[in-house]
């Protein structure tokens, strides 16, 4: 649970950092944005491992590149979702994935944990 909420909080500031730099990506409040990047835990959780099976073969041939819409996809789902987060279009959704995902590599590079 602990590991779930510390990640929620990397989505959150790579979210909140996307809105700002990300034209067509909006957040119209803290909390919309809490909800928006439990949201999108639970949809990388769930949702996100059946479409990457389902496309694996194109994700197979642009070499990983494919993998960049489908983590759009998952960020326009929770902006469908939820009222108070906002994706116009395709190209808006692969920014806030790219901005959201170094985001979150960045924290877990500095979360991780060097006993294993």
């Given at each position: ?17 996307a809105a700002r730099l990300v034209p067509g990506v909006r957040v119209d409040d803290t909390g919309s944005l809490i909800l928006a990047a439990v949201l999108l ?76």
């Open positions: 649970m602990a590991k779930f909420i510390v990640r929620a909080i990397f989505a959150a500031l790579g979210l909140w950092l835990g639970i949809v990388n959780a769930f949702v996100r491992p059946v479409v990457f099976v389902l496309t694996l073969p194109v994700t197979v041939l642009t070499l990983g590149l494919f993998l960049l819409v489908v983590n759009a996809a998952m960020i326009g789902l929770v902006a469908l979702v939820l009222a108070g987060f906002h994706v116009d279009g395709l190209l808006a959704g692969v920014l806030a994935a790219v901005v959201t995902g170094v985001v979150s590599w960045i924290g877990g590079m500095i979360l991780r944990d060097d006993r294993g």
